[in-house]
């Protein structure tokens, strides 16, 4: 279902996110995301840079990391492609000293200090977040495959998610030793 109806308006600005996450031959995997930004008129007085024509990206950057099932970053490559200003794209170097960083709960205030605020760029910073998103989305089958799950151990994906609660009906249905709620055990199949 879309949003209701909006008032009257224009567009301003228009940024797009895209993430695609590629098993490799080789048994790792490719994560790739670019981030753009468009203006819908044209940006005038850049100090330094020259006017911006209206849908030319503001933005236009990639970054693509190659990892393992573990999760480990084996390479980091960013680009900018195209920013504000000229020397945005200096920043992009500093990436590859994510390899040997793990994508875990929680992984990026390690990487803080390495290329985030004032040590990296506020673009790539988010991208790096829907990346590592996309990387568990793009592994999760081959993970899951991999992996053997012992008995009395917590689901990773459990309280992640407000389906995934002690008091829902998925809990019920996927973990029924988890679920603490109201409803019959019984009531629902396990998906196994």
């Given at each position: 279902m879309p949003l209701p109806r909006p008032t009257a308006r224009k567009l301003n600005h228009h940024r797009t996110?895209?993430?695609?996450?590629?098993?490799?031959?080789?048994?790792?995997w490719d994560i790739e995301g670019r981030l753009t930004d468009t203006k819908a008129y044209t940006w005038f007085n850049r100090t330094g840079s020259p006017?911006?024509?209206?849908?030319?990206?503001?933005?236009?950057?990639?970054?693509?990391?190659?990892?393992?099932?573990d999760m480990t970053i084996h390479e980091c490559v960013?680009?900018?492609?195209?920013?504000?200003?000229?020397?945005?794209?200096?920043?992009?170097?500093?990436?590859?000293q994510l390899k040997g960083h793990r994508i875990a709960r929680?992984?990026?205030?390690?990487?803080?200090?390495?290329?985030?605020?004032?040590h990296g760029c506020t673009h790539q910073w988010e991208l790096l977040g829907r990346i590592a998103a996309v990387a568990y989305q793009s592994t999760n089958n081959a993970r899951q495959a991999k992996r053997k799950h012992q008995p009395g151990e917590m689901p990773r994906?459990?309280?992640?998610?407000?389906?995934?609660?002690?008091?829902?009906?998925?809990?019920?249905?996927?973990?029924?030793?988890?679920?603490?709620?109201?409803?019959?055990?019984?009531?629902l199949p396990k998906v196994s």
């Open positions: 996110i895209d993430c695609r996450g590629y098993e490799r031959d080789d048994g790792l006017d911006l024509p209206a849908g030319v990206p503001a933005h236009d950057m990639w970054i693509r990391l190659t990892i393992d099932l960013a680009v900018t492609d195209n920013s504000p200003y000229k020397l945005c794209g200096d920043i992009t170097a500093k990436f590859a929680g992984w990026t205030r390690g990487l803080k200090d390495i290329i985030g605020s004032a994906t459990f309280n992640t998610c407000h389906m995934y609660t002690e008091k829902s009906d998925e809990t019920l249905r996927r973990w029924p030793e988890l679920y603490t709620g109201s409803k019959i055990r019984d009531q």
